[in-house]
């Protein structure tokens, strides 16, 4: 076994007060950088897992050495990272998965997003006048709260695809979570920069902060006797208590008491709530086919669109060190997100253009790009439809609180999982020992715009739009890469980086995860502050960009398979680890 360094990193979120339609919220990455600790990639033959926790991974890895699946991995990942990283994922969230089924030669995916609860309507999040709420006048509080889908999309995958008993796999969190786990670097620094919105309510604060009243500090041994009783009641009921019995209507009498910004969440919302196996949605990419979750995630049609427009250009001659390179990609991932903003949501509620992929239609896209010349204008395309449908422009945020897991098992079957609470804890309104989603801040506060609807407007059973984008990348029919990032919007500049260093630039997966992160989504150029990533601000600025140097946090996990061996990487910006025999 190999155990890796922990980094210590901390949040380092902005006050500020803004309307959904300006954008501003979605240009602060909410967690900084506060110690980058070097990380080794780490080599196995039978089985890996890495995340964002160290006592996550080796709770994966112990279930692996023992015989486990990825899928009883998993359960048991997940469970201790909604413990020891609350901040970021948990019981009360949601997630994307993609997924390897090595017996069959299949790859798939599983949609565990949090619905828009039935009593919900498109001015959930305006005004008496109509206007969009400030964004935290929307989260805080139980207004922003979706349907949890994480505990049924861990038993799904348990009931597809495990092997130990479930209620054995409870057993790693409810220990640790009696026993007590030490408050992590990360975790510490998280709670002293959003102290004021943990402390708004009183069994949050209790729970977050020191008899005393302040934050709690690193290494601090934490106990968790109310996560452990949820996590019992799972081991007995599996999923039922939680969408039908007891936790189920705790969450309900919770969201909906909140005294200052009460939900619509209703047992109604839970009794209906499903799991959705969706198609993986792949993209061409020299000779890969790079596979993701579809819609409702704009993960894989966003990076999918990138990738398709920068090929037509040679990235790899041009190399990594050529200003013009991260032109033509910045560039691309605005065109991207332009159709992004107008197009991409739920499509169980709206159409789509099916021909956001089409060759022709990113040829034409790539055409705009100039090199050595920023766009000056970026808008929607006009790719092939079905049915053809008006819409406007989003207006949502997405803020970067997610965490990503990779596990490969010893008969080869592969996890790519996404999850999130959303927002940096969630609507900081606790039930059962976690804390609840703000997962509705994810769709558009205004519904219309210029007459038009917006695709990612608020509807009764709705699943928000995401950008999370679980990756496995297939070669000639084999997985060759799963790779995958937290991130909010900026998830998508951080898988697509990695997969152009890798593959474009030849760089093994640990120095492509380490990579500095450079991206463009909405016109600004955003460079990592502090990395060598600095010396392409002149240049670009010169193109005609305006830049922006700041902590651009990812929490990139990834394994490639080459030669028989898989080569894991974990991000040195955050505290996960990689683990494997």
Known sequence: ??????????????????????????????????????KKAVEAEEFIVTAAHPLAVEAGYDVLKSGGSAADALVVVQTVLGLVEPQSSGLGGGGFLVYWDAKEKKLTSFDGRETAPLAARPELFQDENGKPLKFFDAVVGGRSVGTPGTVKLLETMHQKYGDKPWSELMQPGIVLANKGFEVSPRMAASIANDQERLARYPDTKEYFFTQDGEPLPEGHLLVNKAYAQTLEALAKGGSEPFYSGQIAKDIVAKVTSVEDNPGVLAMEDFATYKILERDVVCSAYHQYDVCGMGPPSSGALTVGQILGISSHFDLAKLGADNPTSWQIIGDASRLAFADRGRYMADTDFVPMPEGLLDSEYLKQRASLIEEGKALTEVSAGEPPWSIKMAMADDESIELPSTTHIVIVDGEGNIISMTSTIENGFGSRVMSNGFLLNNELTDFSFAAHKDGYPIANRVEPGKRP??????????????????????????????????????????????????????????????????TDAEKFKAPLEEMGFKVNVRDLNSGLHGVVFSDGKMIGGADSRREGIVLGD
Do not use: C
């Open 1 to 38: 076994m190999v155990r890796l360094t922990i980094l210590a990193t901390a949040i380092g979120l902005a006050s500020f007060n803004v309307y959904a339609d300006s954008q501003v919220a979605d240009s602060v990455a909410p967690e900084a950088t506060n110690e980058v600790v070097s």
């Open 465 to 530: 739009r995401s950008s999370m984008a679980p990756t496995i990348v297939m070669k000639e029919g084999e997985p060759y890469m799963a790779v995958g990032s937290p991130g909010g919007s900026r998830i998508i500049g951080y898988v697509t980086k990695t997969l152009i260093a890798h593959i474009d630039w030849g760089m093994p997966i640990q120095q492509a995860i380490e990579m500095p992160n450079m991206l463009n989504r909405f016109g600004a150029y955003d460079i990592e502050a502090g």
